[in-house]
C-alpha cells in the first residue's frame, strides 16, 4: 500500500551548478508521488520521485516603483525583464537601462537572497521620455526617479472599454521594426517543433513547461528558452536577443510549444521576427494581428500538417 502525501511531503529544489544567479536556474524539483494505473481489471498504486518544473514569483521594480509581479521559472531573468520591458513599451533598446540587479533585501526564510525581486533603472533620458509618452497607472513611493507606467501594463488585468481593433492599432502605432515577409516551404515550417523540441531540456525531466525558440530563414536554431508561462518564455528569447543587438529579429521566425495568443503575435511583431509558428491553436485576435501586420502565421503545427493563418508557401501557388 503506498504512503498517503501530504501538505508536509517535502518538495526538493534542484539548482545548476553556475555562479550568476540570473543564469543558474531552478528549473527542477522533486518530490514523492503516486502513480495510479490500472492493470487487469485493478488499480496499482506506486511511490515514485517525481520531477516538477520550478514555478516562483518575480517582482519587478522600475525607478523604484512597483511595475509587476509575474510567475515565472527562475534563470534568465534579466533576459526575461528586457523582453518584457520591451513588449510592453518602456524600452526600445537595451541601452535604456542603466542597471538592473537582484534586490539585496530579498531574502527568505533561510537568510539567502531568493532572486525574486529585480531593480531596474531606466537611464536619465529614458525616464523623462517614460514620464512624458505614458500616462501614470499606479503610484508608490520612489527611492529613485520618478516613473510612469505605460497604460498598457494593465492589460494583464481586467480592463473596461478596450477592444480588439484598438489593441491591433496600438501595436502597430508601437512597432519600430518592419516585417519583411517570408516564403518557406511546408517541410521546412513542419521541420521547426523538432529543431526547438530537441532544446527542450528542462521539458524532458518534468512534462510541464513551455518552450520559445528563434529560428532563422536557413533552419538554424539562434537559441531557445523555458519556462512555465508561454509569454516568459518568449520574453526571454526576444530579451536576449535584445542585450546582443540582434533585433529586429529580420527574416527569422518564433517557434513556440503554446497556442498562438494576441499576445505572442504581439510580441513577434514588435521585435521585428518574420513568422510565428505554434503547435496548438491561434486566437481570432491573434489572426487579426497577423494578417494586419503581415506576419506569417501556423497553427497545429504537427508532424505532418499546420493550419496556415497568414502568409505564402514557396511551394503553393
Known amino acids: 500500500m503506498a504512503r498517503r502525501l501530504t501538505s508536509r511531503t517535502p518538495i526538493t529544489r534542484v539548482y545548476r551548478e553556475e555562479t550568476n544567479p540570473d543564469i543558474a536556474a531552478t528549473t527542477d524539483a522533486s518530490t514523492k508521488a503516486q502513480r495510479v494505473s490500472p492493470a487487469d481489471s485493478r488499480i496499482v498504486v506506486s511511490e515514485r520521485i517525481d ?57 527568505g526564510n533561510d537568510g539567502l537572497n531568493t532572486y525574486n525581486t529585480l531593480d531596474v533603472a531606466l ?11 505614458f500616462a501614470t497607472v499606479t503610484a508608490g513611493k520612489s527611492d529613485s526617479q520618478p516613473f510612469s507606467l505605460p497604460v498598457r501594463s494593465v492589460l494583464t488585468t ?21 516585417i519583411h515577409p517570408v516564403r518557406p516551404t511546408a517541410e521546412f515550417v513542419l521541420s521547426l517543433p523538432g529543431l526547438l523540441e530537441a532544446d527542450q531540456k528542462a521539458f524532458r525531466r518534468t512534462g510541464g513547461i513551455h518552450a520559445a525558440g528563434a529560428v532563422s530563414n536557413d533552419g538554424q536554431l539562434i537559441l531557445a528558452r523555458e519556462d512555465v508561462g508561454r509569454h516568459n518564455a518568449a520574453d526571454k528569447v526576444i530579451g536576449a536577443m535584445l542585450m546582443h543587438g540582434n533585433l529586429p529579429a529580420k527574416q527569422m521566425y518564433l517557434v513556440m510549444t503554446s497556442r498562438a495568443s494576441f499576445e505572442l503575435v504581439q510580441k513577434a511583431v514588435l521585435a521585428g521576427f518574420s513568422g510565428l509558428v505554434t503547435v496548438s491553436a491561434a486566437t481570432s485576435l491573434a489572426v487579426d494581428l497577423a494578417r494586419q501586420s503581415g506576419l506569417f502565421l501556423s497553427g497545429f503545427t504537427r508532424e505532418n500538417r499546420f493550419n496556415l493563418y497568414n502568409g505564402f508557401l514557396e511551394d503553393t501557388p
Do not use: W
Not at 525583464?81 to 518602456?90: F, I, R, W
Not at 536619465?124 to 514620464?131: I, Q
Not at 481586467?158 to 518592419?178: L, M, N, Q
Open 51 to 107: 520531477s516538477l518544473a520550478v514555478e516562483e514569483p518575480l517582482q519587478i521594480r522600475v525607478n523604484g516603483t512597483d511595475f509587476l509581479t509575474t510567475m515565472r521559472t527562475p534563470g534568465n531573468d534579466f533576459e526575461l525583464v528586457h523582453g518584457l520591458l520591451h513588449a510592453e513599451g518602456v524600452i526600445s533598446q537595451a541601452s535604456d537601462i542603466a542597471t538592473i540587479r537582484y534586490c539585496g533585501g530579498a531574502v
Open 158 to 178: 481586467s480592463a473596461c472599454g478596450i477592444c480588439g481593433t484598438t489593441s491591433i492599432d496600438d501595436v502597430e502605432k508601437r512597432s519600430s521594426y518592419p
Open 123 to 133: 537611464t536619465p533620458a529614458k525616464t523623462e521620455d517614460s514620464n512624458q509618452d
